[in-house]
């Protein structure tokens, strides 16, 4: 398992999947250990993987200052990753609430980015949060399924603040609830405390970090799940309208984990966005 130094001298670690051109994988979480993503339904046969386990989370050390964990803190662990590997300029993915991680560090670096996938992103740093309302109505498209009676009024009171998280509305993340969705839930692991600091005062600057992406001239691919709530497609394409040269893509019928609902599709839409070959793809998608 390899290690770096963060610039407070915080070790950090990331986890090696795959062969070819390397892509910086964030997770999201927020600060969710780095072990849920795989290998990305099968995106390891197209790149090496590097995935980062935030500080805090998976191998990586608990900071000496908690505060560390605020989001716009952590963009300088994503440099000095950058640096650690020797690439002048790196292709950067990054899921849910790494989206925010990621767009913050390409608004502070945008030279050290090639390319960037934003799947299922949370854009908090563009001061589009999502609502409950949001979360409500991809919830309600799933009417249909065997468990939505039970877990529906449960899920309407999490959303309220009136009962912690259950297990049982878990379905509600995942296009399809099977054994693989439950699998890979099962597999979460992360830092509470440090994600009651990652989008703390002071994280985000919207107005700032609109400006300088609106300056972004990097590739970005801004991929959403059908059936997501967080975000949905339509909070997903503001956000890709914030870049000047975005793609957006939405993946039929996946939820917050598009590649584990749909595995090959993700595989090969993500490939062919960091390949340059989105031509290739039919014209629905």
Request: glycine share 10%; aromatic share 10%; hydrophobic share 45%.
């Amino acid at each position: 398992m390899p290690i770096f130094t963060a610039p407070d001298g915080t070790e950090l670690a990331y986890h090696l999947r795959g062969e070819g051109d390397p892509l910086v994988v964030l997770p999201g979480g927020p600060m969710w250990a780095s072990s849920y993503l795989g290998d990305l339904g099968g995106l390891a046969a197209h790149r090496r993987l590097v995935l980062l386990d935030l500080r805090g989370t998976g191998d990586s050390a608990v900071p000496a200052d908690p505060a560390t964990y605020r989001c716009d803190r952590l963009v300088d662990d994503v440099e000095a990753l950058r640096a650690h590997l020797g690439l002048e300029r790196m292709d950067l993915l990054a899921h849910s609430a790494g989206g925010s991680l990621a767009m913050l560090y390409a608004a502070r670096y945008p030279q050290r980015v090639a390319r960037l996938a934003l799947v299922t992103a949370i854009p908090w740093a563009l001061g589009m949060p999502v609502t409950a309302e949001h979360r409500l109505s991809a919830a309600r498209l799933r009417s249909g399924e065997p468990w939505f009676a039970d877990a529906f009024p449960m899920f309407e009171k999490w959303l309220e603040g009136k009962a912690e998280f259950d297990p049982k509305i878990v379905p509600f993340f995942y296009g399809r609830w099977d054994d693989a969705a439950a699998e890979h839930d099962a597999r979460v692991e992360f830092n509470d405390d440090a994600a009651d600091v990652y989008g703390s005062d002071g994280a985000y600057d919207p107005p700032a970090t609109r400006a300088a992406l609106a300056r972004f001239t990097a590739p970005v691919l801004v991929l959403a799940g059908g059936l997501d709530g967080g975000p949905r497609p339509e909070l997903a394409r503001s956000a890709a309208d914030v870049f000047p040269d975005a793609q957006f893509a939405v993946q039929p019928g996946a939820g917050h984990y598009p590649w584990v609902d749909d595995p090959e599709w993700f595989a090969r839409r993500v490939a062919a966005f960091l390949d340059g070959a989105e031509a290739a793809l039919p014209s629905a998608e």
